[in-house]
């Protein structure tokens, strides 16, 4: 291989990379690593006779590919292909710096990188961030090339749908022979009598062969952009070593990191040898302090909070696993607009950009590493380098997210299989082991989120966890204090209710288990693989959405919950098999429309205002329909059919809807809520014609012309009065002019086929939507969509340098 690799350099054609455009005086040079690769799917490297594609990073190979049931992924895994792809890239650096390191994200999974035809390493993780110092193979006066190739076979490798390739972000860094080291700075803040009382681990490397006399600064930027502190001290570093400095400093009255101030310090670390710069780093931080309460709860700055989490997997919908920054934003913007405070990263570490903005929107993080230890729950998962990589990659998990304030506990194993071995000490052995990695590298509380509940789970009894946590299991809450006497308790995944967006069966009051049990076929359901939007279908494991959510409001002691899941996501579409290829267990589809019980949440968790009132109004003359309504703020909502009162509902203590049983008639249903008698809010639901035009509505207008950012564009069937038209399921194509293009479409059906990376979309339940990514370029974007026989639908976007 590595005889092959070295022959094909001499045949690559060159994209040159440019170093930077930026002066060395900082020492330091960081390096955007994402534009102009070349891609190729291939079993071995291609030698001549292929045609390589040039494509930016961060890319998913398995998004572009077509839904098959055949797909050795399976079902669980999205129908998606996987397989085996290259990556390779030419490049130059900076000659009058002296060390480069590639610094990877996330590459789904087993990379292995090559530098000038040798190899620099491999790591099987596909989650996981990792950097290589690739010193010893560059060339300084020369053009270099990177080569990677991913592996995303053998499958099963994953119980949802993982995607594959160099899907995160990628970075050449460049420093001097005296440098931070990646993750070399460590800010311990602590919140003492009103101080912000903060501890800094300082990691310096001495590559040169002399011993070093240097001077590190520290300045302190204030959320308000002031300099709150400066301070200097001498540290020596000898020849060929690497020293840490520690340094503490107090900050008077701290502005505080909270859910609805997340105000942020920076860390300004600057490294100088004999008054010349050799290295900076900037460092954002919080000053927050909480705990966790055996009676209480949870505790931010003082105040109980309760936890109000979603659990989401990594996709980004139609853009499969390639991270983007404002895709993650958008999701997350969506979850608080329901009353979410907290996420939990199932099941393993997320790209940094997510925790960075869970810093920047006050959102609290449970930040999961494992999803199994040693034994596994898909035949080639990673178990299999279990033994060899798992100590490495928990130890670069926790360096790499502990100066996020918005983490509040770490979790190291999700429903792992060796918590139901009782009678074996394994996996307690095991989790006393990844406690005692975490504990050497920060001090914030562990958890297993685990499905076996028992006081002889061995991971809870003996694995010296801070916090106990139950996935599902909501009739057993209660009996935590007794089974678990002294040990705070968090539901770290709840629920498992499954819905398909705009889609109803009735009578809704009865709930029904799909599938009946978890071991047996699903044979029942409905021929379209609908499941009803109502919130009575669960699976047998889990609850409906009301029925936990009333257990953990009415208990102090249970610190929050975390649904499973905020979002649909690609893969594990239970309780269905193909052609269903994306779950239903999301509050909100995968195209980012929310699903009804969104705004059941929203009335609970939130401040606003909420009157929602479903299903819509296009039924059979005579059908029996039932009406459910969400509110708050109101001691009473009253129901009209066409003018006539239908009766006055009230919510009791426990309840969080109420229902109507009509008969349908074509016209409008119109509810008041009221509170004391007075107004507070109205809605009004028609019955919809057929269909006569496209809306198209935009999130964002504008966008920053940086080939990345994004606009996320929602599309509408409308009737000729402008109503939505609940059944329409028409194929829009969409067309886009100027500087930009179409990455994504998408319309939240689970078993759509049609690619999410095409240009047409069906619309489900009246509602379809397109991603439209910016360029380089500033200009205007003109995008159309068109349908037979309907008004096409136009909107403008602008991109301009920000």
């Not at 080639?380 to 983490?407: A, C, G, K, T, V």
């Not at 968790?605 to 059908?623: C, I, M, R, S, Y």
Request: glycine residues 8%; proline residues 5%; aromatic residues 10%.
């Amino acid at each position: 291989m590595m005889k092959s690799i070295k022959k094909l350099i001499g045949l690559i054609i060159l994209v040159t990379g440019v170093f930077s455009c930026q002066e060395n005086s900082k020492g330091r040079v960081v390096v955007d690593f994402t534009r102009d690769w070349q891609f190729i799917k291939s079993d071995t490297l291609p030698t001549t006779g292929k045609q390589w594609r040039t494509l930016d990073l961060p890319h998913d190979w398995s998004i572009e590919g077509s839904f098959s049931e055949d797909h050795p992924a399976g079902v669980g895994g999205g129908a998606l292909p996987g397989g085996i792809g290259w990556y390779k890239k030419n490049f130059t650096v900076d000659p009058s710096l002296d060390r480069y390191f590639l610094q990877f994200d996330g590459v789904y999974q087993n990379s292995t990188v090559w530098v000038n035809g040798d190899s620099v390493g491999t790591r099987p993780n596909g989650y996981i961030s990792f950097e290589y110092d690739i010193t010893p193979y560059v060339k300084p006066e020369a053009n270099n090339e990177v080569l990677v190739r991913v592996k995303n076979s053998p499958q099963p490798n994953s119980r949802w749908y993982s995607g594959s390739g160099i899907y995160r972000e990628v970075r050449l860094v460049q420093t001097k022979g005296i440098y931070i080291p990646n993750y070399g700075v460590y800010v311990k803040p602590e919140l003492l009598a009103g101080k912000g009382q903060v501890s800094v681990l300082t990691d310096i490397i001495n590559d040169s062969n002399q011993d070093a006399e240097l001077q590190v600064s520290y300045e302190v930027i204030s959320p308000n952009g002031e300099s709150v502190y400066t301070q200097s001290e001498q540290m020596k570093v000898a020849a060929a070593s690497q020293s840490t400095g520690n340094h503490t400093f107090s900050v008077q009255n701290p502005k505080l990191w909270s859910i609805e101030e997340p105000h942020l310090y920076q860390l300004k670390t600057t490294v100088s040898q004999n008054g010349t710069i050799v290295d900076i780093s900037e460092t954002p931080f919080g000053i927050r302090s909480f705990r966790f309460d055996v009676d209480e709860g949870f505790f931010l700055n003082g105040e109980s909070v309760k936890i109000k989490g979603v659990c989401l997997h990594h996709d980004l919908g139609a853009l499969g696993a390639a991270f983007n920054k404002r895709a993650a934003q958008r999701q997350l913007e969506i979850m608080q607009g329901m009353g979410v405070n907290s996420l939990r990263t199932a099941h393993n570490p997320p790209a940094p950009e997510v925790l960075d903005l869970c810093d920047e929107m006050g959102i609290l993080v449970m930040d999961e590493m494992f999803d199994m230890w040693s034994i596994s729950k898909t035949e080639h998962d990673y178990s299999m380098y279990w033994e060899e990589w798992h100590e490495q990659d928990l130890r670069d998990f926790i360096r790499r997210d502990r100066n996020h304030p918005s983490i509040i506990v770490w979790s190291i194993g999700n429903e792992i299989m060796e918590q139901y071995n009782h009678e074996d000490s394994l996996g307690g052995q095991i989790a006393s082991e990844l406690a005692g990695i975490v504990r050497e590298l920060d001090a914030r509380p562990l958890i297993t989120a685990n499905n076996d509940i028992s006081p002889d789970n061995t991971l809870i009894k003996n694995g010296g966890l801070d916090l106990v946590g139950y996935n599902y299991h909501h009739e057993n809450f209660t009996d935590v204090p007794k089974d678990h006497p002294g040990r705070p308790f968090i539901a770290t995944e709840t629920n498992s209710s499954l819905a398909t967006r705009g889609h109803y069966d009735m009578p809704s009051d009865s709930v029904m288990l799909w599938p009946e049990s978890w071991d047996k076929k699903f044979e029942d359901g409905n021929p379209d693989n609908t499941v009803s939007a109502y919130d009575h279908v669960r699976t047998p494991w889990g609850s409906t959405q009301e029925d936990t959510w009333r257990i953990v409001k009415n208990n102090d002691f249970i610190s929050g919950l975390y649904i499973w899941t905020g979002f649909d996501y690609i893969g594990e579409p239970t309780p269905y098999e193909w052609p269903s290829r994306s779950s239903y267990f999301g509050i909100v589809d995968l195209a980012g429309f929310p699903k009804d019980t969104y705004y059941m949440y929203q009335s609970e968790w939130t401040e606003d205002t909420v009157l929602h009132v479903f299903p819509h109004w296009n039924w059979d003359v005579g059908q029996t329909i039932d009406v459910w309504t969400y509110y708050n703020h109101a001691d009473e909502v009253e129901l009209y059919l066409n003018g006539v009162s239908q009766g006055v509902r009230s919510k009791g203590k426990d309840d969080f809807h109420v229902m109507w049983r009509l008969t349908f008639e074509p016209g409008e249903v119109r509810v008041i809520s009221r509170k004391e008698g007075k107004e507070i809010a109205s809605k009004t639901i028609r019955t919809a014609g057929t269909p006569a035009s496209i809306q198209l509505e935009a999130d964002r207008t504008n966008i920053n012309a940086d080939g990345k950012d994004l606009s996320f564009v929602n599309v509408s069937i409308l009737d000729s009065q402008g109503n939505v038209v609940p059944y329409a399921d028409n194929l829009v194509h969409f067309n886009l002019d100027g500087p930009g293009e179409i990455v994504g479409v998408d319309n939240g059906d689970p078993t759509s086929h049609l690619s999410l990376k095409g240009t047409k979309m069906n619309a489900m339940a009246g509602k379809c939507m397109v991603i439209i990514q910016s360029t380089n370029t500033t200009g205007t974007l003109q995008l159309s969509a068109k349908a037979d026989g309907i008004s096409v639908g136009e909107i403008e976007i602008h991109t301009n340098h920000n």
